[in-house]
């Protein structure tokens, strides 16, 4: 089955750019989505398609998907960004949705 | 406004039954695709089932086939999850989810979620 791998936890300054990476094997070749989780809340789509934004969604959050690693950059980031985030593909393949595993965002 | 709420959970036995139902509004409900998403308690997402928008295409991991049915009734503005032989592994808020329209299967709406708790 497609694994989709993230980094645990990360943790950034007010005011600095957070980049959350995503792993998988030829990932380029997906669409990827990418959810803001905070605690005791739905998860939110923050990113869609690599690198389009849902109307609602600041400018901040941007996208980059190539090779074997998706990106989910926040820049000038806020002490609200502080959430979970996990990055999602469907793999045509096995006909199933795959998450990865989450990253922690702390804002210091 | 788009809403997506979910009912049904609860506590069940281990090997019991429950049917989730998630009940849509705010928009053209027969369009979308939908899936169930579930999250264990401190764990992360896991998707358990997707559905087509006629219906007759459903989905699952691997984790649930066998013992989950999705449904979907268009005219009650509606998608459901049957869980048969539940288990531990099973314990989760489940979330029901809208696909976006573009066909690439991200989401993007979810209802607020529906616990369920197995134990004897």
């Known amino acids: 089955s497609y694994v989709l791998t993230q980094p645990p936890s990360m943790s950034v300054a007010p005011g600095q750019t957070a980049s959350i990476a995503c792993g998988g094997s030829n990932i380029g070749g997906y669409a990827v989505h990418w959810y803001q989780q905070k605690p005791g809340q739905a998860p939110v789509l923050v990113v869609y398609e690599d690198n389009a934004r849902p109307s609602g969604i600041p400018e901040r959050f941007s996208g980059s998907n190539f090779g074997n690693t998706a990106t989910l950059t926040i820049n000038r980031v806020e002490a609200g960004d502080e959430a979970d985030y996990y990055c999602q593909v469907w793999n045509s393949g096995s006909s199933q949705a795959v998450f990865g595993g989450g990253t922690k965002l702390t804002v210091l | 406004e788009v809403q997506l709420e979910e009912s049904g959970g609860g506590l069940v036995q281990p090997g019991g039954s429950l049917r989730l139902s998630c009940v849509a509004s705010?928009?053209?409900?027969?369009?979308?695709?939908y899936s169930w998403v579930r999250q264990a308690q401190g764990k992360g997402l896991e998707w358990v089932s997707y559905?087509?928008?006629?219906?007759?295409?459903?989905h699952y991991a691997d984790s649930v086939r066998g013992r989950f049915t999705m449904s979907r009734d268009n005219a009650k503005n509606s998608v459901y999850l049957q869980m048969d032989n539940l288990g531990a592994d099973d314990m989760a808020i489940y979330y029901c989810?809208?696909?976006?329209?573009?066909?690439?299967?991200?989401?993007?709406?979810w209802g607020r979620g529906t616990p369920v708790t197995v134990a004897p």
């Open positions: 989810a809208r696909h976006t329209e573009s066909g690439s299967l991200g989401s993007d709406f």
């Open positions: 705010g928009f053209t409900f027969s369009y979308y695709e």
């Open positions: 559905i087509s928008s006629s219906g007759f295409t459903a």
